[in-house]
């Protein structure tokens, strides 16, 4: 009898305590949403102040993904630029692109600034944006974030994977002991003085290495963009983390991620104006009140290139794993079989109205694919690529 007396006062205490509780959300005007994961902080008139949510991330939909572990070092698991996007849609970070940056050498040029060499070949893409937004406290915090994207570089580095990983790729020497034949058939990367690296053009994966510097430089542009957004809501005070730890089995595990938003209340104007003051060298305010300001010039890693890849680039992959047995029957909720509908309803209308031949004259040129061949990731990609061209075409 005096266990269940004290499961009585326990389960009164409970009750007690969520009263306080709701009465104390009562006073801060808080209102909670759906399932109880959505919170809102309302003003005094009844508006929108703030929202508390939980994000969920899916390795799936290409939002988180893994940094394999060796040895006794766990995995990682960094958020992408879909990620961050997807956790923005929350925090309401206001992200812009000045109309212009300094490069190193102090010079003044339009933002984005897109190098290319004699061909008309991109050789780099220096680019610069800023993320406007409010902390977790309601603070206003500004991040600037500019960064230079080399796909050389890149190429370089990709072939010395290769040929390490497969002496028939090519090899490190000295130029001079290199025979005609070995121009004829090969290239040469100068590292350092004489010394550098032999690649061998028979062989596929080296072939592979140029066909992902070919899509670098296809979408260096946009891939330099992509990865500056990515850095400039990653350092941002709303967002409190780069890696989470999923739950479930690969390659459909899931992350859910807390995320504080605020109401944007700077009109496009006033975030200009912001960037203006970060350009002059200002004390940055706003209303009187100083504002939190980090500078960062990004170096770009590994990590940055993959977690900012765009849909279209990981086609390879995808035809490489496609005749493999799927050991674990795909299972979609009914939101995503609804999204992929409307999706593909969108990809139809947009056909149409281009025309079927240069519908598929894009998808081949961008995608190397076609519409009856597209991917469920691949959807939001090939929309976004045809309703580009339906813009131009209006102009």
Known sequence: MSNEILIIESKNLEIEQLKTQLELMKRQNIA???DGEVFLRKTASGGVKAVVGA???SEELSEIYEIKGYGTIPSKYPITAIGYLKMNQIAGVSIITPKSLKLEDGTVVVNPYIMRDKNNVIRGVWVRK???GRSPTGNISMVSSTLQYNPGQYLIADLIKKVKDDTKAGRLCNIRSLTQDDFVNGQFFSLYDDAGLWVNFDNKEVFKAFETYSQNCLFAERKAQTIVERNC???HAAFSRMYVQPQGLAP?????????GWTCDLSEDELQ???EQV???DDITMDGQKIHYTEAIDIVEDEDVVASTDEEEVVVQEEETESQPDTQPEQMSFEDEREYDVLIEKIEEAVESLGVEKAAEILKKNMKTSVDKLKKPQYKMALQLLNEEIGRAAK
């Open 55 to 57: 994000v969920t991330l």
């Open 252 to 260: 459909k595990r899931t992350a859910k991620v807390k995320v504080v």
């Open 273 to 275: 104006k912001l960037a």
């Open 130 to 132: 800023v993320s406007i």
């Open 233 to 235: 809501l990653k350092k």
């Open 32 to 34: 909670i949403l759906g």
């Open 279 to 281: 350009d002059k060298g």
